[in-house]
């Protein structure tokens, strides 16, 4: 047993006595025997899928040659057996595609299946849609099927919404796995994709061949790999493998090609029958097959898959509308059945196999159909709408904003109606307490709702309210009505389904208005305000002082004249936009439907104020998402509605300027750039300052792959920041008669002034739109310090101008200012970029902050190069940023460091590093770095200063580091080159553990 071998069987001994060792994959090269036996184990470690990536990982590793050039996997011994081990895991697996796209990765699973074919020996170079797999052998036709089936899935697959990346073979030299994996997978899909008719051809040639198939199991594998010389012909190599019958197939296959013809369905309505056929031909298979080991498919998908294409084809199926409720809804939809559609819904609200999202969906189809013209819908829709609420009330739902409109002109006969679903949608023999509950509730506030008294009669004398509601909430609830009818007048009301609910004196106003300081729930916060109302006649609007609306809205909101209207208006839209604050954004959308439900019924202008606040409302819940990690791109929807509010042109209406600073950020971290540099129009860029950035930004990052294009966008860019940076300078004669420079901070001459566009640009998260500002500033940073020999870097630099035209009037300080906080956000974002790092490192190092200057420097060198496992790219640690390093070190006192850092360099700096051995007041651990020495020259010049000085114990270190046999001089270069780069990582590693 190896050492490394010892000390793992040590380690897991020690911590876990009793779990045993995970198998590795190099361990089953080794004994052809051992793979078997794993797979039969009833939980493998690792298990299957994991066995997989290992195998296909290690034969897809490049290798690298004597000139230590990278090349591509070798085509050797080792290589094959692995690629077929991972073969005969899927074989062992019985090439469930189900199992094998759960575990892997797209790359992975086309490496696999690429593998299949070749040992398979599909003709290659030859188009599949071309095979006549009634000729080809068995297995080989298998093969080409399973491919042809695997790729119209991933297609389905991939425009659902994105999972997880799962793990998959990692490459060498890759800076970014997930990046390039992505890459790779976009790449496949495209030519998936292009291929997709070709595949959907073979599978439909497949279906029609009667006789049975075979796929390759470990047996039939050995054999390929035991005479490779064997054709795949009518051996026992391909009949002796697993048996498909064609039955089984067929079902799998039809299952597949329905799913990619339901998918095609959206832009071909012809898709969608030919999906039905094949979903129906599956579900037919399914049944004669009864329980089928070889036929994977998900029977809830299946039925799901069937319903919608009966809905979207508009056929009916007798046996399905007779046991399925939503065959029974879409079957009276279609014959127009409308009486029958709402006793359907009312027995449902006893039964409740409908979901309420499907019986939402149904009234809103009949309402679109109202909208679009049909008549004698109205009724229905009434009816359905009653019914969807009685429904909502029974599971202790908020009822709809529909049905409340519903009841602000209710008739008898819609009260008759609606007492008639509630009885009706009871349990017959014994309802639930929780039911009975539910819809006392619901009575109640029947009743509450109900402006005129005799119909609040109508319900509190039927026979239910009397049943459901004892004797002392009847007497109190019909009291309230009748002191409600004699005290308010609601004909003088502006708004009356707001002064639905009756004062209690007997509450302490006190005590509501905690409650109204606390609550968050509009319904509870309208109820009281009323009961305030009826106490006292004051603004409540005033009740906390922390409650604040936006002085732009403030007058339009005072502006009402009714003072209870006025308070419901200010509160729920300051307690909105507290929310919004500390990101509950669930509780902002209440508060702020029920605003806009409430102004929309007396002013247009509150009513677009909301809708404006609601856009920012989803613009900050969706980059608040973003901000944590989620990739998911905004829906169109939201998009469409930030152009329509930038577009916006309304007279005399109150904006929020951040409201359209939150759009153009919005459009520019989602990279909306053709929209803010091609179709936002002119006037809109003149009269918006955030829009005229956000279309010069967006421009110079679309063209900054051709940087001679961008000079004219980015030199306007350009003039448009120093402007933002300058301050007006003013001439004036001192007393001694010459004359002076007065400058004014708060200068006009930029179209934002610095402090409100640094608020903008810290609500930017795109990398390339920070990337290219970090770079202007970087640029305009050293034109106005004028210093060549301490300059900051940064990348792109090249497209801006290199002078000014008139420097005197630049703000030196704020451009130094912003420098640092614009880095410093931006490392926020994202800590491990390495260009942010390096100019950040170089801001402290012109600033004379060493050891903060290290502290970055090291910081990208190790995000570079997985914390120094790796040598650190040439790109990051230049000439200059290793000799900024070099004087960071020095200015700290930490000579030997230096000295070592010498050595980094293309030629070894031996002046400076031996200046710096000569120091004897050194504030790092000298002779403890020796051995991070690689230099000969320099060991035998500490070996010298440490003789002349009488430093006998450092110099025996010196001497002993000197001699280490891999720095002996007559080594080959590529020892002493693995000797340099072990001591390299080694030494970065420690200066990451002291300056981190």
Known sequence: ?????????????????????????????????????????SNPDPASVQLIIQFLEQASKPSVNEQNQVQPPADNRRNRTLKLLALKVAAHMKWDLDALERGLTIPVLNMLLNELLCVSQVPPGVKHV????STLPPTTAMAVIIYNRWAIRTIVLSSFPEKQTKPGPHQMNMLNIVQQEKEMTDNILTVLKEQAADSISVLEGAVRLKKDFYVHTLRTLDLLAADGSIANGETESSTAGLRI???????????????????????????N????????????LLQKLGSSLHVHLDEKRLAGYWNACRALTGTSDPSDASTTPYGQINSLIRTHNNQALVEAFIKDNVSRSLPNHFRQSVLREFLHKVQQGERGLDDVCHKLCVCNAVREALEGEVLSVRFQQLLLKPSKRLVDFILEVCTRSLEKDRPSETSRRNMANFMKTLCESLE???????????????ELLKENERKVLVEQMRKRSATINLSAKALPSFYDIPASASVNIGQL???????????????????????????????????????????????????????????????GLHCISIKDFFHARQLFSACLELVTEFSPKLRQVMLNEMLLLEVRAHESQAAEGCRERPPSDLVSRVRGYLEMRIHDLPLRQVVGEECVAFMLNWRENDYLTLQVP????????????????????????????TRRTAKELWELVVQICSVSVQHKRNCDGRVGLIKHRESTMGILQRSKFITFVKKLREPLVLTTLISLFVRLHGIVRDDIVNEVTAEHLSIWPSALNNIQAVDVEAVAVTVKELVSYALTLNPNNQSWLITQAD???????????????????????????????PEVYTEQVLKRMIKCCSMMNCHTQVAILCQFLREVDYMTAFKALQEQNSHDAMDSFYDYIWDVTILEYLTHIHHKRGESEKRQIAIKAIGQTELNASNPEEVLQLAAQKRKKKFLQAMAKLYF
């Open 1 to 41: 047993m190896s050492a490394e071998a010892a000390d793992r069987v040590a380690t897991v001994t020690g911590s876990r006595p009793n779990s045993p060792l995970q198998t590795s994959w190099f361990e089953f090269l080794l004994d052809g025997t051992l793979l078997e036996k794993h797979l039969q184990k």
């Open 130 to 133: 071309d095979l006549d797999l």
């Open 245 to 271: 019958s064609a039955p089984e197939l067929h079902c799998q296959v039809h299952y597949d090609l329905g799913g990619i013809f339901f998918q095609q369905g959206c832009t071909d309505q012809t898709a």
């Open 273 to 284: 029958e030919k999906a039905r056929e094949h979903f129906r031909l599956t579900r037919d």
């Open 452 to 466: 005129e008294l005799p119909l609040v009669f109508v319900v509190s004398s039927h026979k239910l309210f009397m």
């Open 513 to 575: 208005e905690q409650q109204l300081i606390l609550s968050l729930e509009p319904r509870r916060i309208r109820q009281i305000l009323i009961e305030l109302h009826g106490m006292a006649e004051r603004p409540f609007w005033r009740v906390n002082s922390k409650w604040d609306v936006p002085p732009d809205y403030i007058n339009v909101i005072l502006g009402i004249k009714d003072t209870l209207t006025k308070d419901l208006v200010y509160i729920l839209m300051a307690k």
């Open 682 to 709: 002119s006037a809109l860029v003149m009269n918006n300052p955030y829009i005229k950035i956000g279309q010069l930004l967006a421009s110079t990052c679309k063209e900054l792959p051709v940087p001679k294009e």
């Open 843 to 873: 801001i402290y190092f012109v600033t004379n902050q060493y050891s903060a200057a290290l502290h970055f420097y090291l910081q990208a060198g190790a995000v570079c190069s997985d914390f120094f496992t790796k040598p650190v790219t």
